[in-house]
């Protein structure tokens, strides 16, 4: 079983839709959550940190259930510029040995 | 403020040849990260730094791949000899260690080895 796991998508949604990603983890031990956007063709910037209450920045949603170890990104009112790769990334004790999802891919159509 | 600095953005290399991959990390920051992407496996761990000491390796795929990190400000990834099954984007990504703290990517070397 994979550290991290995705559902590779592709999803394709049109503007204005909500849609929501979800992002498991096996080890329990699991301190640091974050979820990042890669583009084509270049290098994976940060989105947002996840806090163990849940989070939300404009548009953007994160929360993180431990008992059952997934951390979810939900995205409301989607933009044509939301299209990318979404990375969700679990880190151990002291954020050394960060470990990535292999991404899902959204794509916004008009 | 500079970000995090790789070189080169390209590489060509035949079969066999050496390739060193270079990094400067953001000034501050203690950890530095060496990962690489393809599209079969996606972004992989290969090694990371903290405070200029190797931590992990178990990421490196073979012995054919080392890297150093002489000082605070500089770090090496090389692969010798290379395969064309190295061909893959290479990230460097450096952040502080401690809870929370994201990682701040280069813009990474796109390796192909013929």
């Known amino acids: 079983r994979k550290e991290v796991e995705q559902d590779p998508g592709p999803f394709n949604v049109p503007e204005g839709a909500t849609v929501a990603f979800n992002c498991t983890y096996s080890?329990?031990?699991?301190?640091?959550f974050f979820w990042y956007r890669q583009d084509c063709r270049k290098e994976p910037k940060l989105l947002m940190s996840v806090y163990s209450s849940g989070n939300e920045d404009g548009r953007f949603t994160a929360q993180l259930n431990r008992a059952s170890q997934y951390i979810s990104l939900l995205i409301r009112d989607s933009k044509l510029s939301d299209s990318a790769t979404y990375l969700c990334v679990v880190t151990s004790y002291n954020n050394n040995d960060m470990r990535f999802g292999a991404g899902t891919r959204l794509t916004v159509k008009p | 403020d500079a970000g995090v600095i790789q070189s080169p953005r390209h590489e060509v290399t035949e079969m066999g040849q050496e390739v060193t991959l270079r990094c400067k990390p953001i000034s501050g920051h203690n950890s530095l990260f060496w990962y690489r992407q393809t599209m079969m496996r996606g972004l992989e761990l290969l090694i990371y730094?903290?405070?200029?000491?190797?931590?992990?390796d178990s990421g490196m795929p073979e012995d054919r791949f080392s890297a150093k990190m002489p000082n605070a400000s500089f770090s090496t990834l090389k692969i010798q000899p290379s395969e064309p099954r190295d061909s893959a984007v290479y990230f460097c990504a450096s952040s502080m260690t401690g809870d929370a703290s994201p990682l701040h990517f280069g813009n990474g070397t796109r390796l192909t080895v013929t």
């Open positions: 730094f903290n405070n200029n000491v190797p931590i992990d």
């Open positions: 080890n329990s031990a699991s301190q640091s």
